[in-house]
């Protein structure tokens, strides 16, 4: 009877043993996610630039546009890789306000766009007291639809709340991608310089 017991405890623990040495792999659809940040990023940053008269910034598809066969019709791809829902449609167009509001504030370089899909404020010299209250306001909300943004891109894409970083990195790609020349941006390394 012991030797039964000794014997199933062995097999158990080194059962155990085995299951904790999985590794889980999460998925990410890395190229979804490209081409959602792309198409999401180029749509506000289309509505800010109408909003304040400005030409919008032309950008080329980071998405190689390959030519192939597909049994599978063209509306039909697009319609699975468009990532919208309510909330999504509500943040682009705030978020296309806040950059409308801001793009004086990039061309001043008073803001510049950080490496994690946000806007940070560089330099307050020359703007007054309330100018300086209404500009931290401004991207403190603007930062805060770009959260919910990267939240809801995830949700909807079903990827893991932890996941939500590298979905910030890709979208910053975009967004720095698409900052007009003399803006400032930062590097993967942190360094700041402007965009040429």
Same mark, same amino acid.
């Given at each position: 009877?012991?030797?039964?017991?000794?014997?199933?405890?062995?097999?158990?623990?080194?059962?155990?043993?085995?299951?904790?040495?999985?590794?889980? !792999? =999460?998925?990410?659809?890395?190229?979804?996610?490209?081409?959602?940040?792309? #198409?999401?990023?180029?749509?506000? %940053?289309? &509505? $800010?630039?109408?909003?304040?008269?400005?030409?919008?910034?032309?950008?080329?598809?980071?998405?190689?546009?390959?030519?192939?066969?597909?049994?599978?019709?063209?509306?039909?791809?697009?319609?699975?890789?468009?990532?919208?829902?309510?909330?999504?449609?509500?943040?682009?167009?705030?978020?296309?306000?806040?950059?409308?509001?801001?793009?004086?504030?990039?061309?001043?370089? !008073? =803001?510049?766009?950080?490496?994690?899909?946000?806007?940070?404020?560089?330099? #307050?010299?020359?703007?007054?007291? %309330?100018? &300086? $209250?209404?500009?931290?306001?401004?991207?403190?909300?603007?930062?805060?639809?770009?959260?919910?943004?990267?939240?809801?891109?995830?949700?909807?894409?079903?990827?893991?709340?932890?996941?939500?970083?590298?979905?910030?990195?890709?979208?910053?790609?975009?967004?720095?991608?698409?900052?007009?020349?003399?803006?400032?941006?930062?590097?993967?390394?942190?360094?700041?310089?402007?965009?040429?």
């Amino acid at each position: 009877m012991r030797k039964r017991y000794a014997l199933g405890m062995t097999a158990a623990v080194g059962m155990a043993f085995v299951l904790a040495c999985i590794t889980v !792999n =999460i998925y990410f659809p890395e190229a979804t996610v490209k081409q959602a940040a792309e #198409e999401i990023v180029n749509e506000i %940053q289309k &509505k $800010a630039a109408e909003k304040t008269g400005e030409e919008p910034i032309k950008q080329l598809s980071v998405l190689p546009q390959a030519v192939s066969f597909s049994l599978v019709p063209a509306a039909y791809a697009q319609e699975e890789t468009t990532v919208s829902n309510p909330a999504i449609r509500a943040l682009k167009e705030s978020i296309a306000d806040h950059l409308a509001a801001m793009m004086p504030s990039f061309a001043a370089g !008073n =803001i510049g766009l950080t490496n994690k899909g946000l806007v940070e404020i560089r330099d #307050e010299a020359g703007l007054n007291l %309330q100018a &300086k $209250a209404a500009l931290r306001k401004l991207v403190k909300e603007d930062n805060g639809d770009r959260m919910k943004l990267y939240a809801e891109v995830a949700k909807v894409l079903n990827i893991e709340a932890s996941q939500i970083e590298r979905i910030q990195e890709i979208f910053a790609e975009n967004w720095i991608k698409g900052a007009a020349a003399s803006w400032w941006v930062q590097q993967e390394d942190g360094a700041w310089v402007r965009k040429r």
